[in-house]
T-cell receptor
Framework: AQSVSQHNHHVILSEAASLELGCNYS??????LFWYVQYPGQHLQLLLK??????LVKGIKGFEAEFIKSKFSFNLRKPSVQWSDTAEYFC????????????FGDGTTLTVKP | NAGVMQNPRHLVRRRGQEARLRCSPM?????VYWYRQLPEEGLKFMVY????????ESGMPKERFSAEFPKEGPSILRIQQVVRGDSAAYFC???????????????FGPGTRLTVL
């Protein structure tokens, strides 16, 4: 069975600080990896995704994530956060062997102080 | 192209009543997923459907919950005899069919917030 673990439940940063949110998954086969964001009062939106190729993927709003296969990790990064990045962030994994069923982590709430 | 639509956005039910949650996928998407988000928790997979077929219902509670995605019309998540523990946000997502062995990202609706009194 696939599972996803997000290490930080709540992160508080000041504007311009750098961000790294951890995500580890557990699955032995080929996976697709995603980061979604949920801004207050809004629905989930895709930030970025990894299917294959370059393990460093760039998403919207200056976010990027690096897939490290040996560590089963897909950490999300942003060099300089803004107040508008305050949101909840979810890491997700799906695999063809599981018919595309996505497994989500429990989420990390990011609060950026102005 | 309209996104995934869910209605109602908020639903209040008393214990023992039935709740019906509707989801219209994006145009061209034939795959629908339902997730439940309890307070302070992440999204938990419930069921995966294609038109007229349930593909994976491993996340559905064994009793009182059912889902369908008919040939015509929206997907329905039905909860019979609701209890307080059913209070949660229920999200629907849709995706196009897989291509080349890859399941693409899922597009989420705004969710239905169910409150059971």
């Amino acid at each position: 069975a696939q599972s996803v673990s997000q290490h930080n439940h709540h992160v508080i940063l000041s504007e311009a600080a750098s961000l790294e949110l951890g995500c580890n998954y557990s699955y032995g086969g080929t996976v697709n990896l995603f980061w979604y964001v949920q801004y207050p009062g809004q629905h989930l939106q895709l930030l970025l995704k990894y299917f294959s190729g370059d393990p460093l993927v760039k998403g919207i709003k200056g976010f990027e994530a690096e897939f490290i296969k040996s560590k089963f990790s897909f950490n999300l990064r942003k060099p300089s956060v803004q107040w508008s990045d305050t949101a909840e962030y979810f890491c997700a994994v799906n695999a063809l062997a599981n018919a595309g069923k996505s497994t989500f982590g429990d989420g990390t709430t990011l609060t950026v102080k102005p | 192209n309209a996104g995934v639509m869910q209605n109602p956005r908020h639903l209040v039910r008393r214990r023992g009543q039935e709740a019906r949650l509707r989801c219209s996928p994006m145009k061209g998407h034939s795959h629908v997923y339902w997730y439940r988000q309890l307070p302070e928790e992440g999204l938990k997979f419930m069921v995966y459907l294609q038109k007229e077929n349930i593909i994976d219902e491993s996340g559905m509670p064994k009793e009182r919950f059912s889902a369908e995605f008919p040939k015509e019309g929206p997907s329905i998540l039905r909860i019979q005899q609701v209890v307080r523990g059913d209070s949660a946000a229920y999200f629907c997502a849709s995706s196009p069919p897989p291509r080349g062995g890859t399941y693409n990202e899922q597009f989420f609706g705004p969710g239905t917030r169910l409150t059971v009194l």
